[in-house]
């Protein structure tokens, strides 16, 4: 791809926005009168607090003379968890039809004990820290484990670990950061800048499935909107299954075949702007920006007939330029995104039968509802749909429209330390459907427990997930906060 290329979709899109920002820009105003830029709407009972955008929150004043240690105390909250899930097998048999019965069709899946440590605090009045990392010892008997020899695999990520600078109408972010663009659940359209952690299929809890990205950041704050630009020089992709674990998407090849991964390095640069703005009880963004390809493409080096395959996941660049927009009325929230992404990397075979990368137009769009009742029972329905613009594609690899549905239904009982969740995702032409119920109940004000009951069924043979129709999974995590 050549940079002009890049350059005429990305930074003509760019310099309108800047030129109409700075074409309302007013004078300097107050924190206090100032919206986050983040991407949480007005009304968003759905999203985990964590993934809302800290930059403009309320902070306590920095403490005076405190050691280290003391405000490491202080300001630090700590989570230790047990977790264990089954996997509850439907038998299938050799055709693809349910069998009438099998052997030990349940089987331990999950078997993990983790810590997390959390640490925000504000530095001199102006200069804000936080941490966010986990740590997990996967058993033995956990599908994650990979290393026989030892008694358990201790394994860990980092979130977030950041310093931001805040000043009366801007602030600089320097480090690891999650960085929430788009709203929609059922696809991934506007939300392009954080990877996601899908190693655990679609059982990821929501709290493991983000992970942030090392940026330079720059936030401009006004009446008028916020203007958001930031840089990745070192791009993080999506966290996929290895080979070996349990929910490894199959290729399909049955020849000897060698598999590596082509690693993003310093230098490969990802940067993106976005303008945001609320009026009354509707906000909107417009964005731009040359993004990577989070989940990889599967490229194939010709070798001799005979020897083994050797297929690299890649991650190639697009640009992208989009919006949403989200309007409050009474107890309902009505958003819409979309998103027109140019050069976008997708699969395909070439005429030899090797794996190859095409570059495709896409657009994306997402449109949904969400409800909230005096804070207790929430609804959100949504629907995405993505079609290929410019590319005839094999329909085996990649479908020139996808169509996907999302809902989640939750309500709280027992002076709310009961929660009851329901999510529902069903993709169209696949036929994929994925139903979750976990229950949460609080037993005290530190100590959580919670149940899950997962159901996947796919019945298209051209899904990549149809090798996974029959696994269900029950899940049990107590979780303890100090």
């Not at 602030?171 to 939300?191: E, F, P, Q, Y």
């Not at 964005?287 to 050797?310: K, M, Q, W």
Request: with cysteine; aromatic share 12%; proline share 5%.
């Amino acid at each position: 791809m050549r940079c002009d290329d890049l350059n005429r979709p990305l930074w003509a899109s760019v310099c309108l926005i800047i030129a109409v920002i700075w074409i309302f820009l007013p004078g300097p105003v107050s924190a206090d009168g100032l919206p986050s830029s983040g991407s949480g709407s007005l009304f968003d009972p759905d999203d985990a607090l964590e993934m809302e955008d800290e930059l403009f929150e309320e902070l306590p004043a920095p403490e005076a003379n405190a050691s280290f240690f003391s405000v490491l105390k202080n300001h630090s909250k700590c989570s230790l968890g047990q977790q264990l899930s089954w996997a509850v097998q439907r038998p299938v048999s050799q055709n693809g039809s349910e069998a009438a019965s099998a052997p030990d069709p349940f089987e331990m899946v999950t078997h993990t004990t983790w810590y997390r440590h959390e640490f925000e605090h504000l530095f001199q009045g102006n200069l804000f820290m936080r941490f966010d990392g986990k740590l997990f010892m996967h058993w033995p008997d956990d599908h994650r484990y990979t290393t026989p020899s030892r008694v358990g695999e201790l394994t860990g990520k980092i979130r977030e670990w950041y310093v931001q600078a805040g000043y009366d109408r801007l602030s600089l972010t320097l480090g690891k950061k999650i960085t929430i663009w788009g709203k929609a659940d059922a696809s991934v359209v506007t939300d392009l800048v954080s990877p996601r952690d899908l190693t655990d299929f679609m059982f990821t809890r929501i709290e493991d499935s983000r992970s942030g990205q090392y940026m330079a950041a720059l936030d401009l704050y006004s009446d008028r909107g916020n203007l958001f630009f930031y840089l990745s020089p070192a791009p993080e992709p999506d966290r996929v299954p290895e080979i070996g674990n349990r929910y490894h998407i199959p290729t399909g090849v049955s020849d000897p075949v060698f598999y590596r991964t082509d690693h993003l390095e310093l230098g490969d640069i990802e940067t993106g702007i976005r303008y945001a703005h609320t009026i009354g009880k509707t906000d909107f963004s417009l964005l731009a920006g040359r993004f990577y390809d989070n989940s990889g493409i599967l490229d194939e080096a010709p070798v001799p007939t005979g020897s083994t395959r050797i297929l690299t996941r890649t991650f190639l660049p697009f640009t992208a330029i989009g919006g949403d927009i989200n309007l409050a009325r009474s107890n309902f929230l009505y958003k819409i995104e979309a998103a027109w992404k140019h050069d976008h990397p997708v699969q395909n075979i070439d005429s030899m039968g090797r794996f190859c990368q095409e570059e495709a137009t896409l657009l994306d769009v997402a449109a949904g509802v969400e409800y909230l009742s005096n804070d207790q029972l929430s609804l959100s329905l949504e629907c995405s749909h993505r079609q290929i613009i410019d590319t005839p594609l094999a329909d085996h690899l990649y479908r020139e429209n996808e169509t996907a549905f999302y809902s989640t239904l939750s309500k709280d009982f027992l002076n709310q330390t009961l929660k009851l969740e329901f999510t529902t995702f069903f993709h169209l032409q696949d036929h994929d459907l994925f139903n979750l119920l976990r229950l949460t109940y609080d037993l005290t004000d530190w100590i959580q427990i919670e149940a899950g009951l997962g159901i996947f069924t796919s019945r298209h043979r051209d899904s990549l997930l149809y090798p996974f129709r029959n696994e269900d999974r029950f899940s049990l995590e107590l979780t303890c906060h100090f």
